[in-house]
Each structure stands twice: as C-alpha cells, then as structure tokens.
C-alpha cells in the first residue's frame, strides 16, 4: 500500500460523520481508481480553464491524485461502497483526502486547498460519481471482452483438433445421433462469439458520461469551457473513448446502459453456465467422455474420486453473475426524478459481476485449453451400444426395420463400431464397403447421410 501506510487518517470531518452513520468497510481499488482518474481530469480542466490553483501546486495536487489513482492511499477510503446519499460521501472522502495530502506537501501558509470549494468547484457528485462508475465499468468491460476472444479462440482450436472424434450427441438426455466432438466444440464457441459481438456493441452506449452536468443535468455552475476540457482530459487519462452526453439532463437521471451493460454481461455469464453443464454431463461417471484432470485430492474419505472443481468453479460464478446482473438492474429502474441515488449499489454489483465473470472466462480458458481430456475409447463404446447410430440407418433400412432389429442389437451388445459393423453384414443386407462407408465420422455427420445405392447384398 505504499505510502498509505501507517496509522494517520488524511480524511477529514464529513468522512468521520460518515463513518458513524454507515460503519467501516474498504472502497474497492477499482472504484478508487475511477474516481481518482475522474478528480485528475477535472482538476485539469479547471486549471486549464480557471487557473484555480498557483504554478507551483497544480504539480503536488496532479502528483497525490495520481497516487490515489495507482492505490497507494486505499488505507484512507474507509467507507463501505454500499451507501446512502447517491455516493456523497465517498466524494468527500476523496476531496478531503486530496486536499490533506496535496496542502502536506505543499507545506506553505500562502495558499491551503479547500476539499470543497476548490476540489469539488464546477462539479457535483451526480456528474463525477456516475462518470467514474461509467470508467469502471468500461475497464471491465474491455478485459472482459479480451477474455472472450481467449475462449472463442481456445473453443475454435479444440473444434479443429477433434473433427474427427465422433460420439454419441444427445437431445432431452436421450441418445439422438451421432456428432463428432469438433462440432461440439464448435457449437460452444457461437454462444461466445455472440457475446464477444454483445460486449463490443455494449462500449458505443456505455461511453457516453455526464461530466459538466453537475447536480441534475442542467450543467449548473460548470463554466462551458471547463466542461469541454473535463471531457477531453478524461478520455486522455482513461484511453477510453468517452464522450459527453448531449442530453445531461436524461445521463444523470437515467443509468439504463448500466443495466444493459450488466444483461450482456450476465448473459455471458448465462452461457458459461450451460457450456461448464453440458461438460459436467460429459465428465460424469455415467458417460465418462471427457475427462477432468485432477487437480487435487477429491475427497477425504474415497482416494479415487476425482472431482470436476473447475467445472463447478464456473457455474458457481456464473450464478453469481446472474444475481448481480438482475439486482444492478432493480436497482437502475428504482431511480426517481432527476437522480438515482442507488448508484453506490450499481457500482458495488459491478465489481461483483465483473470481476466474478472474469475469473470463471479465465477458468473456461484453463479448462478447455489443458484441463480437459477427451476419452475416444469411451466415446465410441457408448456409441456403438446406442441407438443414436441405427438412427442414421433410416433411410436404409427403413423405420419400421430399425425398430424390429434394435432389440437384437441391444442383446448383441457390441462394444465397438467395428463390431457393429459386423453384425449388421451379417444379420441385415448391408455390405461392407456401404458400412465403411457409412461409419465414417464425415458421413455419420454430414448432411445428407450414407447412400445406399447398389450398396445391398
């Protein structure tokens, strides 16, 4: 923590009221560093446009809120992030630390910095606050992205190197027809390149601030020249491509592309949550096709048990993400008039679900990319016994013959597809050249299916 170190309390008064009527907690580091980035580009602005500050403090008060920014003051922001007061109090927290800090330094009698009249000058905390959450939420935004491409590119990668390991697919848990396990994988990988399109359209509405917009959107008391500036130097410091709203009124009182920016994330979540499912299934002792690598001890009493824990990690994350999303969603639409004080629970919630859907893109990552085993023996033992494979035999055998011959099959109780094949030749008027033919993962797969002509005995 730096120079945050050590027991001196830099907050001053109104943090201390605060303190009493909402307890202790820790503003998370990202929160911190948003607001921080914030307080920098308007300082900037109203030196720019103002001169507020003499030549020789600008320097110290840039220093401290770069240091705030970096995390080495958290000790300092002692509040629990879910309040009251649509996030004055953690405003005030931060102006009357960097006022402390920056008039510390600064050590001269001629000029004291004032966390309010001159920290807070030109802004309220509904334009500074709802930006800061906006820059948060943007940062998470982008590395949740870079981790979707990860997985969209691991899943194209594994739909490459199995196209031609064939199992047994499944529809309401049933046996249905046979599917190569590159395809599989490849069916994984839509979901998440929707989302990777989802999150990338989610940063054009997400960019939009209301900086300048000061307590309800009219921009009152912030001098036009300091909001152009405001806006120009928070994109520079972030590297983001944010943008002032052309309706500040409607951007401080509505948060809706918080909350779209929460579905799109949950709903990335949503799909990590069938995709690690669907691996359970596979994983499972009852079909055993893919397995888990064990990464660990199972169990205290059964040396032999190996369990799924990134599997589970996954889906336990992706709940998480879900409740997140859905309550940063209540909370948007509880808003009132020309403010919505809840903002602090949004920002809470979005660290919640960003930083849970990070970890479970990483673990999906891990899993697909080394954690995974694909088992082909068992696959095609589960295939040979099923009726999943006589399902391809339709249109050559017919309907009715299919039906008749399955319990003979089932008794026969082959083990592999070779062993199939053999006893169709020798029970039915199948050929061996149209089975061989016909057992092929790309005919099995395939649209259109096995031809039959002059394939009869």
């Known amino acids: ?46 030196q720019e446009s103002h001169h507020l500050y003499p030549d020789d403090f600008f320097p110290l008060l840039e220093e401290v809120t770069v240091e705030v920014a970096d995390g080495l003051w958290d000790n300092q922001f002692v509040l629990p992030l879910a309040q009251g007061g649509a996030g004055t109090s953690l405003h005030m927290n931060l102006c009357e630390v960097l006022a402390a800090l920056t008039n510390q ?180 002792g009852f079909l055993n096709e893919i397995q888990h690598k064990e990464l660990q001890y199972g169990s205290t009493i059964m040396p032999m048990k190996a369990n799924p824990v990134l599997l589970e990690l996954i889906r336990g994350l992706s709940m998480e993400c879900s409740s997140a999303g859905q309550l940063i969603c209540d909370y948007v639409k509880t808003g009132q008039l020309q403010l919505n004080a809840n903002l602090p629970f949004i920002a809470e919630q979005m660290i919640r679900l960003s930083t849970r859907l990070i970890r479970a893109l990483d673990t999906a990552v891990s899993a697909v990319e080394e954690g995974l085993i694909p088992n082909p023996k068992q696959m095609e033992t589960n295939l040979a016994a099923s009726p999943a494979l006589l399902n391809t035999l339709k249109d050559v055998l017919g309907y009715t013959r299919l039906k008749s011959i399955a319990p003979e099959i089932r008794k026969a109780a082959p083990e592999t597809i070779e062993e199939l094949k053999c006893w169709l030749e020798t029970h039915t008027e199948l050929t061996r050249p149209f089975l061989d033919q016909w057992a092929s993962p790309l005919t099995l797969t395939a649209m259109g299916g096995p031809s039959t002509s002059g394939d009869k005995k």
Request: net charge positive; glycine share 8%.
């Open 105 to 284: 330094r600064y050590g001269k009698e001629t000029f004291k910095v004032h966390p309010l009249e001159d920290l807070a000058r030109f802004q309220s905390t509904n334009d500074t606050f709802p930006t800061a959450v906006i820059v948060l939420s943007f940062d998470f935004l982008q590395q949740i992205e870079t981790r979707v491409i990860h997985l969209q590119e691991a899943l194209t990668a594994k739909e490459r190197a199995y196209e031609s390991l064939i199992l047994c697919g499944r529809t309401q848990l049933q046996d249905a027809l046979p599917i190569t396990l590159g395809q599989v994988f490849g069916a994984w990988a839509g979901p998440v390149e929707r989302d990777r399109w989802r999150l990338n359209k989610l940063k054009e509405r997400l960019r939009t601030i209301p900086l300048g917009g000061t307590a309800i959107g009219t921009g009152y008391s912030a001098p036009r020249a300091y909001v152009f500036a405001a806006e120009r130097h928070l994109r520079n410091i972030t590297g983001f491509p944010l943008c002032r709203s052309q309706n500040l009124c409607d951007q401080v009182a509505h948060l809706d592309s918080l909350a779209e920016t929460a579905r799109g994330m949950a709903l990335c979540g949503d799909n990590l949550f069938k995709f690690s499912s669907d691996l359970l299934l596979y994983s499972s």
């Open 1 to 46: 923590m730096g120079k945050g170190v050590g027991p001196e309390k830099y907050y001053g008064v109104e943090t201390s009221k605060a303190l009493e009527h909402l307890g202790t907690g820790q503003i998370p580091r990202q929160m911190v560093k948003a607001y921080a980035q914030v307080k920098l580009a308007v300082f900037r602005a109203q």
